[in-house]
């Protein structure tokens, strides 16, 4: 049984387990909760490293799809087929349902509470850590009001996927994306769907947001555009200049002063600005898609190989209610 989830900036999503019965082999296929996923290592309660698991044994895995929930049942299963299987068909159950019709965006809530329409509005909250996540649920479900209740109908650590998206889309949910970000196959997903995904890295913003709408208050909004993503490939030093990190553009393209974020296995870990752009040795104004370049972040030099740089621009629209 999986008793504690979380998010390694450096190896990924992690599950702690206690061995109920049987043993567990490093290399073994298993299912847990809707994921799944294959024993590429595992520590013991001392943090070194093991090759099996017994019975009352806890233990940390690595090797997982996605993130676990704290309290799914974790199964071993024969081979990769069989794992993913199961999985695919617990992540069909959970948004089983008709998919809805009219989407509810945060801009046009206070229009749709007035109409009669929303009585109750569902939340998706997928968080980078746990601690996160609980204060946020538990600050969104003391909005509800005589109006319109706030239900948290799914929550979780780790980024914004295809399932969180088909979930929304069924029960006509926001997701909310605190310090997490989805990727473009999810994004695009969601475009599909009129599922209305937000992204923050600020608690009580998410709480304003939420209150404003259900308020008719909504403030000016800034619509995001991602213009480009870059997959860093090697890292150079440059003495008196920091960090560089040679990049390869897998979309769009690159600006020079444009807005960026760090994404490490999807989790934000730097959010700002593009101090330098180069082409080999010469300055670019821009870099497009296809083409490789050397990018300099803004008062930032922890970056590593296979790191991905998100490119976007900020544009202030009026909210619609």
Known sequence: MCIRDRLDKNRGPVATLLI?????????????????????????????????ATPSMPVEIYGISEVPMAGDDFTVVPDEKTAKLVSGHRSEASVDGARGQNALRLEN???????????ELNIIVKADVQGSLEALQDNLVKLSTDAVKLNVIHSGTGAATESDVM???????????FNVRANPTVRTLA?????????YDVIYKVIEDVRSAMT???????????IGRAEVKQIFHVSKVGTIAGCYVIDGKV???????????EVVVYDGSVASLKRFKDDAKEVLAGFECGVGLENYNDIKPGDVL????????????
């Open 191 to 199: 475009e599909k769907e009129q599922v209305d995904v937000r992204f």
């Open 216 to 226: 008719g208050l909504l403030e000016p909004i800034y619509s995001e555009t991602i």
């Open 167 to 177: 979930l929304a889309s069924a029960s006509k949910a926001i997701i909310i994306c």
């Open 20 to 52: 109920r019965s049987g043993t567990l082999h490093q290399g073994d296929f298993f299912v847990c909760g809707a994921h799944f996923g294959r024993v590429r290592a595992m520590l013991n309660d001392r943090g070194q490293k093991i090759t099996s």
């Open 255 to 265: 600006e020079r002063g444009s807005k960026v974020r760090l994404l490490r296995e």
């Open 310 to 321: 998100e490119f976007y621009a900020l544009e202030e629209t009026k909210a619609e209610l």
């Open 109 to 119: 809530l206070f229009e749709r509470i007035s109409e009669g329409e929303v009585k």
